[in-house]
């Protein structure tokens, strides 16, 4: 199992949190989660600037799948493209540092 942590910025910080924001962005997870994919959990909290993700795939070999962080931005990418309020809500997802790289 492996956990990833990621953050979606709001698109007006400050702006206050539906009070099912954290369940509706969750479920968008779920509804475009793909076999491949491999979620099996996720969770998420709103906070004035931002939503947090947290997503639990499991492994996979990594000589023949994209890493964790792949594959949580390309679901959390799909979730925000289809979802109109992650897409009303948030920018979109920042694409992961290149493979090797980390961010300083």
Known sequence: MEIVYASLK???PGATAQANEAA???????????PG???E???????????DLLLYLLSRDPADQPDAVRRAHRLISRSHRTSPL????YL??????PEG????
């Open 86 to 89: 992650l897409r009303r809500s």
């Open 101 to 104: 790289r980390t961010a300083a």
């Open 10 to 12: 709001r698109r007006r």
């Open 24 to 34: 509706e962005a969750v479920d968008a997870l779920w509804a475009h989660a793909e």
């Open 37 to 39: 994919d491999g979620l």
């Open 92 to 97: 979109p997802p920042e694409p992961p540092e």
């Open 41 to 51: 959990h996720a969770s998420a909290q709103p906070a004035h600037d931002r939503i």
